[in-house]
């Protein structure tokens, strides 16, 4: 029995191990495919679907399936579905691996209703469970989704009674209709997709949408079908009804959804009233009931027609839903990319040129420069504090100009207004160095010759001359600078008058930066930061006297918006146009740096592959970075280099909403142009989490009188800090899985990507000058192009910089106290910085600076190395320290043994310090003889030898007496030595006795 047992079990063995070596062998040859064609037998270039936000289960059309053409082994069965996103809320379950059969589920712990994002696009693949796992080609996947009733609006009411459906009934579910339809794309955007033959109806699998009266009647509970632009249907949709249900008592359905395009008769079929277009709509949900004869209404049926654009030369697979968080690394919209054609006659284009732009009407929109924050922007790039303001916010000359909607700070001049500048804001003459700068959106030019005044100085009485002006004259800008009579040496002189810039910038009517800088004769004008060619074409310069003075005229006026007439006392020459931020600054110029910094913008282009230009292609790109432009005869070619751009935004912390990127083509096919319409790719900006900026440091300082009146660092060990929590949120990370190294290496990111612009140090009372400065390190705050302003309660730094650099300057500012006494009262320094002009506020950190009590800095004194030559006032402050502590412990517990112990202790340390002391006299003294072989050959003469003693030496013994590190054996040594002074030296030479060290 036992033998046959042992057999059974060897052939047991046997056959597991064959069959382990067979599965292991097995081929995989084949990957899998997915099985992508509709109801109609018609292949579609991807799933499409759409989901519930209170639902689980995908509604995907064709359904999930795949097979592989394997015949033996795992590899004949689908394994699962990789979604080559992990960011997408969904996964794939498999319920049949033979067939393939998956469905779409939304992940484990997550709520689409506390999503954003309303529509998902990904890639997905089938693998096998062969050996080794093969995946199969990739394929799109599109799911919408549609936020459900139970998500912000109230349970919806049971059935009505009598037909119609009542007002509250219709307007819930209109709300709830038109929450879905607000879901979708700000952008009303041209998608070209392939076209549609003919409307196609796609069932699905049932999905327990929530009731909103009655009895479910429809077969299905919801549909998804696909239209054809700029066409009218007979029919889209044919309703039926569910297994067991009939018609007959159905008098008639109806489209609860308000506004569609779209009817339904009493027989059930749906048909678009009007033809669609995908430049209004892309998609459509309707929600239809069926009206029972008795008065009773259905459950709806839901309904999402999608617009399929008609066949359009273009740019295919261009993304409409593309997100971009600051801050992280550049998206890719043209990725997927490709350039179809309608033309069966175009076989091969032959020129193309693409250009891709950031949609832009200057920096006041996309670079989030807005009027309002000009201010900002101006102290953020370190522009002169001199700079005088000529359209504040809020003052007399202000007031009554109407603000541009949406920029508080920027103006209309409607061409009739005109506003005085008092005198007394600023001095409007103008010297051999100074700079003009505005914000200037001007309309397209007018025929009539008109002088339009943006800012002009003229005789305020007496006569109408111009001084000097910034005006537009037939699309030209133009700038007038006369020299007046004290300024020239001979009145019969010519000087350069005026300069006149023929630039397209000026009637586009788009905002533009100009900013005018002059150190006579030069004149340079910055138009968006860049500056303006000088040759001949671009600028001409007209000569002129200079201005002879005149007794009729007591005062001149600035004006902006127009040019004010002194004889007649009345306003001319207005500006008809915007602008913000006019400035002058008159002294020096502003620094190139910081103009072009005022305009610089966050959102770039980038394009880091010019390996892979080729013969006969090429790209240019603007200035700024927000354009470029790609040239080829081949399309494959500009296909490759165009999927190579990306889209950025440096600025850590822009307005969040949707930015443009539009991308223009110019292609010719047979020797004609192939038209070719412009194309819009919407990007969201992402809203970041705000910074948090922590000061830290140590907040008490103690001092003797002498430091005080040295200088006291009270910021040495100041640090500022980013938060760097709220950046690792955002990167979707999280805190517990980075070591210190990394999150050390994150905030030191965060500190290069923010700036501070201002750091406040107050003082709890005012300094009395006589005696108190703070003392400030100027070379640091010029080799920062930081700024300051001292007073008596404190100061500030000014100027957008890096964390480090802010650290710097106040780890080397010092607190000098020249009569810091026994009527010294503490200061408390606090400190506080800010970011972005004051968005972003630090902490208040305070330091406390203190004198120290008279027993503490006698022992400073005496264990300061710059002391230790003063060995009498050492011992005088050890004899009253025991003394005071004697007499301490006298009059404390009455202790005899604890007395006995502290005067034992303190002879002690007295008797250290003689013996250190005698022993580095003894060692100074020794050090000062010479020793010399004996012989009458040779002697030294010893008067005038000088032997330096190593300072190291004595350092090191000094700092023995000074921590108490003496040895028993000390005295040992110190007779020992007396010995050691006897020897001879060997070979005649000078030898220093070392055995004491």
């Known amino acids: 029995m036992d033998r046959v047992k042992s057999l059974l079990w060897i052939v047991v063995a046997l056959v597991s191990t064959l069959n382990f ?11 899998p495919e997915l099985d992508m064609k509709d109801t109609d037998g018609n292949t579609v270039d991807a799933y499409r679907g759409f989901i519930l936000t209170n639902e689980k289960t995908v509604s995907l059309v064709p359904a999930l399936a795949a097979h592989d053409n394997d015949s033996i082994g795992g590899a004949r069965f689908i394994c699962g579905y990789k979604i080559y996103d992990d960011t997408v809320p969904f996964e794939a379950v498999v319920s049949n691996h033979d067939g393939g059969v998956a469905t779409l ?69 209109d709300k709830q209709i038109q929450l879905s339809q607000n879901s979708k794309t700000l952008k009303k955007l041209v998608k070209q997709t392939p076209p ?19 009895e479910q009647f429809f077969e299905r509970l919801s549909y998804i079908v696909m239209m054809k632009e700029g066409t009218l249907y007979d029919s889209v949709l044919k309703l039926k009804p569910a297994v067991g249900k009939s018609t007959k008592n159905i008098c008639a359905y109806e489209i609860v959804t308000p506004g569609v395009p779209f009817s339904v008769n009493d027989l059930g079929t749906l048909r678009n009233t009007k033809a669609l277009s995908v430049s209004v709509q892309k998609s459509y949900i309707l929600s239809i009931v069926a009206k029972h004869c008795d008065g009773l209404v259905s459950k709806p049926v839901m309904v999402n027609v999608q617009v399929n654009a008609m066949c359009a030369n273009g740019w295919k697979e261009l993304p409409t839903d593309q997100e971009y968080t600051p801050g992280n690394k550049p998206i890719f919209p043209f990725a997927d990319t490709w350039f179809d054609t309608c033309s069966a006659s175009c076989e091969k284009e032959e020129t193309m040129a693409v250009t891709v732009s950031v949609e832009s009407d200057g920096a006041m929109n996309t670079c989030d420069h807005d009027a309002s924050s000009i201010q900002s922007q101006r102290d953020m790039c370190g522009a002169s504090p001199s700079t005088v303001d000529l359209l504040p916010m809020g003052k007399s000359w202000t007031k009554d100009l109407k603000p541009v909607k949406g920029h508080e700070a920027a103006y209309n001049f409607d061409g009739k207004t005109a506003v005085k500048v008092p005198s007394e804001n600023s001095n409007h003459t103008l010297g051999k160095f100074f700079t003009i700068a505005t914000w200037m959106q001007h309309g397209l030019e007018k025929k009539d010759g008109h002088k339009e005044h943006i800012l002009c100085n003229s005789d305020g009485n007496g006569m109408n001359r111009h001084h000097y002006a910034l005006f537009v004259h037939n699309c030209r800008l133009v700038f007038l600078l006369r020299k007046e009579a004290n300024q020239v040496k001979s009145l019969e002189s010519f000087q350069p008058a005026e300069w006149r810039w023929s630039i397209p910038h000026v ?27 000088t040759d001949k074409e671009v600028v001409s310069v007209v000569d002129d006297w200079a201005m002879h003075s005149s007794s009729k005229v007591t005062f001149e006026q600035l004006t902006v918006g127009g040019c004010w007439k002194g004889e007649s006392k009345s306003f001319g020459y207005f500006f008809d146009g915007q602008l913000a931020g006019l400035t002058l600054l008159t002294g020096t110029t ?22 892979k230009l080729t013969v006969g292609m090429s790209i240019s790109f603007n200035t700024g970075l927000t354009e470029l432009t790609i040239r080829g005869n081949d399309v494959d070619d500009v296909k490759m280099l ?52 922590t000061i830290s440091g140590v907040g008490l300082k103690q001092r003797t009188v002498a430091e005080f009146a040295l200088g006291v660092d009270v910021f040495t060990e100041v640090m500022i800090l980013s938060d760097p929590g709220k950046e690792l949120d955002n990167q979707e990370n999280r805190i517990n899985k980075l070591d210190i190294e990394d999150v050390s290496t994150l905030q030191a990111d965060l500190k290069k990507k923010l700036t501070l612009d201002k750091c406040e140090v107050r003082i709890s009372e005012k300094m009395d000058p006589g005696h108190e400065i703070l003392r400030l390190p100027t070379f640091l705050l010029v080799k920062y192009l930081l700024d300051s302003k001292e007073f008596d309660g404190g ?8 964390f480090a650099n802010y650290e710097a300057v106040l780890r080397e500012t010092y607190y000098i106290n020249t009569k810091a006494g026994s009527n010294f009262t503490s200061r408390t320094f606090s400190v506080k910085c800010t970011s972005m002009n004051g968005k972003f506020v630090s902490n208040t950190f305070d330091i406390k600076v203190d004198l120290m009590n008279s027993q503490a800095q006698s022992a400073v004194l005496y264990a300061d190395p710059q002391y230790a030559h003063i060995q009498e006032q050492g011992l005088l402050v050890a004899g009253n320290a025991a003394a005071g502590v004697q007499s301490a412990v006298g009059t404390g517990t009455g202790s005899g043994t604890v007395a006995a112990v502290v005067v034992v202790c303190l002879l002690a340390v007295l008797v250290v310090i003689v013996v250190a002391v005698v022993r580095i006299r003894k060692v100074q003294r020794r050090t000062k003889h010479t020793l010399v072989e004996e012989g009458e050959e040779m002697e030294w003469d010893n008067s005038t030898l000088n032997i330096t003693v190593n300072p190291l030496e004595n350092a090191t013994l000094v700092k023995e007496v000074k921590d108490g590190e003496m040895c028993e054996d000390s005295e040992d040594e110190l007779m020992t030595s007396d010995d050691e002074d006897d020897e001879t030296p060997r070979d005649g030479g000078l030898e220093w006795d070392n055995s004491s060290y």
């Not at 070596?21 to 990957?31: D, F, G, K, M």
């Not at 889209?647 to 912390?653: K, P, Q, V």
């Not at 100061?795 to 890096?802: E, P, Q, T, Y």
Request: hydrophobic share 35%; net charge positive; aromatic share 6%.
């Open 21 to 31: 070596v067979l599965s292991e062998s097995e081929p995989n040859r084949y990957a």
């Open 105 to 173: 589920q939304v992940k484990a712990n997550v709520d689409l209703s506390k999503l954003l994002r309303k529509k998902y696009k990904f890639e997905i693949a089938a693998y096998d469970c062969g050996a080794p796992t093969l995946h199969g080609p990739r394929a799109n996947v599109v799911v919408q989704v549609i936020r459900s009733p139970s998500h912000g609006t109230p349970p919806l009411p049971t059935a009505a009674v009598t037909p119609p459906l009542p007002k509250d009934v219709r307007a819930l579910v």
């Open 196 to 214: 549609v033959p003919e409307s196609s109806t796609t069932l699905y699998p049932k999905l327990p949408l929530p009731d909103v009266g009655g």
């Open 507 to 533: 009637c586009d009517a788009k905002w533009h930066h100009y900013a005018i800088s002059v150190s006579y004769p030069q004149v340079t004008l910055y138009v968006d930061g860049q500056a303006i060619q």
């Open 590 to 611: 502003e620094t190139e740096r910081t103009i072009k910094c005022m305009n610089s913008c966050g959102e770039k282009l980038q394009f880091n592959a010019m390996h």
């Open 642 to 693: 165009l999927r190579e751009v990306g889209y950025a935004n440096t600025n850590g912390h822009p307005k969040p909403g949707y930015r443009t990127v539009r991308v223009k083509t110019n292609a010719t096919c047979d020797g004609k142009p192939l038209p070719v319409q412009e194309q819009k790719i919407p990007i969201l900006a992402n809203a970041v989490v705000d910074p948090k900026i």
């Open 795 to 802: 100061f500030d730094i000014l100027g957008a910089d890096s």
